[in-house]
C-alpha cells in the first residue's frame, strides 16, 4: 500500500529545496521498501498568479488526503502588494487551520560542528538541544480581530488573544509526551503576571502536569525567557508556548543556534501532518542552484518519523546529513575557508552518497 | 524654587540603589545648585505588607505631584502566593496608569569596556546603540479581558489587544523626535502579517512618518526583529513598538547587551515621568550590600535629562560612571580577574568621587 505525499514547493528557493529533499525520500523509500508517492501542488505567490488565490482548493484538498505534506516556502517581494487577504503567507495559515495543525514542533539543537557560527559565544551555545512546542491554530493569531471601528471618538484596531482549557491541554499533553522521550523537563512560557489568558494557560498546565509525575515543570514569562534563551540556552528541555510567543521565541532560539539554515520543523495535524524548514524563500538567490537544502531534508527526516514511524530511514537521514557536515561539505550560508563549498546539488549529492 | 523628586525604592535591593542614586543626585544638586527635594514613600510587597496594598494612594498622588519619580524595583518570592490584584507588579502597572507614563525609553548601549560581557561575539555586538520606544498604557496589557467564560461549550479566557489612531501617533511621534536627535532612523515592529491592530499600527506609522521626511522608516516583523536583535544588533537606531512586543524586545535587546545592571529606563508621562533600573529586585542579594547600582544612577541621570532639563548634570553622572568602569570599579555581576571588586558603596563611592 503506497503512502502519497503532498509536496507544496511554494516560491522563492522553495522548488529547489523540496527537490532536494524528495531525492533522498526516494533515496531511503528504495533502500527501506517505503512505497512512497509523490504529487506536487502549488501554494502562495505562484498559486496567486496561476489561480488567483494562495491556497487552491485543490491543494488543500490533496493535502487533507495525503499521509504526509512537505512543505518548501512562501512569499516575495513580488507580492508585497497584492491584497492582505491573498498574500502568500494566507496559504501558510489557511494550511494550518484546514489540516488542525495544532502542535508546531521546532528543534533547536546546535551541532559541536556547527557551534561556531552561532552569534553567541560558544560555551554558552555548547550543548543547546531544545524542542519548541509552539500552539498553532489558536491563540490571537485566529481569534476575532476588527480592522477599523470607531470607540471612545477614534477610530481603533483590535485582536481578541484567547485559549480554551482543551486547547491548552492538547498542547501541554503534546509537550509532556515529548519531554518523556528527551529529558523530562518542560517550559511552559507564558505572561501571567498581565494576562488572563495566560493565567488560564498557567492553571491548565499544573493540572496537566500533574499526570506526568516524572516530568519536571517550569513557568517563565515571556520576557524573561527571551532573556534566558540568549544567556544560558542550554538550560532548556522542552518549552511550551502558545501561537504568538511561540512565534517569537522560536525564531529567536533558532537564528541563536547560528544555522537557520539547517533547522527543520513539523507541524502535527489531527490526520495529516506538514514538514518544512523553518527559513523563508529566499527570493533574492532563487533559481540559482545554492540555497542550503538540509533544512527541508531534515524536515523530510521528521516526516518519516512523526506521520510514517519510520524511524530507521529517517535516522538514516539526520546520520548522512551529520557525515556531510563532517566531510566538510558548507553551502554558501555557511561557507568558510578549509570547507568544502557545495551548492545546492553538491550538498544533495554528499548526503545520498551517505545513504547505503 | 526647589524641585520633589519622589523616591520609591519598592522591594529587595529597591533601598540600595536608589539610596546610592539619591547620594548621587544630591552631590550634582549641590554643584549645580538644582535644589532638588527628596520624599520616599512605599510600594510593592513591602508596601502590601505595610498597607494591605501594593500601591497605596498617598504614593500615587505624591507621584502625581512630584516633578519626577526615582523608582527601584519591586517583587519577590514572598508575595509568589498573595492574590494576584495585589501582587507587587499591580505597583508597576498602577504607577504606569495612574501616571498616563505612555513612552517608555529603554537605551541599550553597549560601551567599549564592557563588549567581553555580551553573551554575543564581540564582532556582532560592538557599538551597539538602540533605543527601544516602547508604548506602555495601551495594548493587550490595559484591553479588556475576561479571566473564565464558557464559550463553545468550554472554559476559555481572553485578553483584547487594541490601538487607536491616537495612541499610535503619540508614540511614534515621540519615536521620531528622539531619531532627529540621534542617527535618523526608526524601526516599527508589528506583527501586521496576522493582526489587525498591527496593521492600524503600521498604516498609522507610515502616515506620521510623512511628517519626518529626514528620518527614515523601516518595518520589521516582530519574530525577525527578535532575530535582528540577536544576530545584528548594531543595525537599529531607534525601535518603536507596542507594550507586549516592547515587553519582550527590550529585555532580548538588554540582556543581549550583556550587562543588564548597567540600563536605565524612563517612562515619559503626560505631567511627572518615572526613572527606574531595568533589572529586578533581586532578593537573593538584597540587604547584602552587593548590589549594582549604577543602572539607577543612569536612571536618575536620565531624570535629570527628561523631567528637569539639566543636560550638564546629567553629562556629569554618565562620564563619572564611565570613569569609574575605566578606573576598574566592577560590581559583583561584572566582576573578573584584574579589576576592582566594589561592593554598592565603593561604586558609588566611586562615582560620586569623579563628580568634582
Ligand atoms: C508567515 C507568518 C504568518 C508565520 C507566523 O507568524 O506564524 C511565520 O512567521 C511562522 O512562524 O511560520
Ligand atoms: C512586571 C511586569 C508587569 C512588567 C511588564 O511586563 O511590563 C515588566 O516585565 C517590565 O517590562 O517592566
Redesign the interface.
Known amino acids: 500500500m503506497s503512502r502519497k505525499i503532498v509536496v507544496i514547493p511554494g516560491d522563492g528557493i522553495g522548488s529547489e529545496i523540496t527537490d532536494s529533499a524528495v531525492a533522498v525520500l526516494k533515496k531511503v523509500s528504495e533502500k527501506y521498501n517505503l512505497d512512497l508517492e509523490f504529487e506536487t501542488h502549488p501554494a502562495g505567490g505562484t498559486a496567486y498568479d496561476l489561480c488567483g488565490t494562495p491556497l487552491p482548493d485543490e491543494t488543500l484538498n490533496a493535502a487533507k488526503a495525503a499521509d504526509a505534506v512537505l512543505f518548501g516556502a512562501v512569499g516575495g517581494p513580488k507580492w508585497d502588494n497584492v491584497d492582505?487577504a491573498l498574500?502568500p503567507?494566507k496559504a501558510v495559515?489557511g494550511l494550518r487551520k484546514g489540516l488542525g495543525l495544532y502542535a508546531n514542533l521546532r528543534p533547536v539543537k546546535v551541532a559541536d560542528a556547527l557551534v561556531e557560527y552561532s552569534?553567541?559565544?560558544e560555551d554558552?551555545v555548547k550543548g543547546t538541544d531544545i524542542l519548541i512546542v509552539r500552539e498553532l491554530i489558536g491563540g490571537?493569531?485566529f481569534?476575532d480581530?476588527?480592522?477599523?471601528e470607531i470607540?471612545?471618538g477614534?477610530?481603533?484596531?483590535?485582536?481578541?488573544?484567547?485559549?480554551?482549557?482543551?486547547e491548552v491541554e492538547r498542547i501541554v499533553k503534546f509537550a509532556m509526551e515529548a519531554a518523556k522521550k528527551r529529558r523530562n523537563k518542560v517550559t511552559s512560557v507564558d505572561?501571567s503576571?498581565?494576562?488572563?489568558?495566560s493565567?488560564?494557560?498557567r492553571r491548565t498546565t499544573a493540572k496537566v502536569a500533574e499526570n506526568y509525575p516524572e516530568v519536571a515543570l517550569d513557568n517563565l514569562y515571556?520576557?524573561?525567557c527571551?532573556?534566558q534563551l540568549?544567556?544560558n540556552p542550554s538550560q532548556f528541555d522542552v518549552i511550551v508556548t502558545g501561537n504568538?510567543?511561540g512565534?517569537?521565541?522560536s525564531?529567536?532560539a533558532?537564528?541563536?543556534s547560528g544555522s537557520?539554515g539547517m533547522l527543520p520543523s513539523a507541524s502535527i495535524g489531527f490526520s495529516t501532518s506538514l514538514y518544512e524548514p523553518i527559513h523563508g524563500s529566499a527570493p533574492d538567490i532563487a533559481g540559482k542552484g545554492i540555497a542550503n537544502p538540509v533544512a527541508t531534508i531534515l524536515s523530510a527526516a521528521m516526516l518519516l518519523r512523526y506521520s510514517l514511524n519510520e524511524d530507521k530511514a529517517a535516522d538514516d537521514i539526520e546520520q548522512a546529513v551529520d557525515k556531510a557536515l563532517a566531510q566538510g561539505y558548507r553551502t554558501l550560508d555557511l561557507y568558510k575557508e578549509g570547507f568544502k563549498k557545495a551548492d545546492t546539488k553538491t550538498m544533495t549529492e554528499a548526503i545520498l552518497n551517505n545513504i547505503d
Do not use: Q
Open positions: 492582505p498574500r503567507e495559515l552569534p553567541l559565544k554558552i490571537i493569531y481569534g480581530k476588527c480592522e477599523s470607540h471612545n477614534a477610530e481603533r484596531a483590535w485582536d481578541l488573544e484567547n485559549y480554551s482549557v482543551p505572561k503576571n498581565v494576562l488572563a489568558t493565567r488560564l494557560w515571556v520576557d524573561n527571551a532573556m540568549a544567556i504568538l510567543f512565534d517569537i521565541l525564531d529567536e533558532a537564528v541563536l537557520i
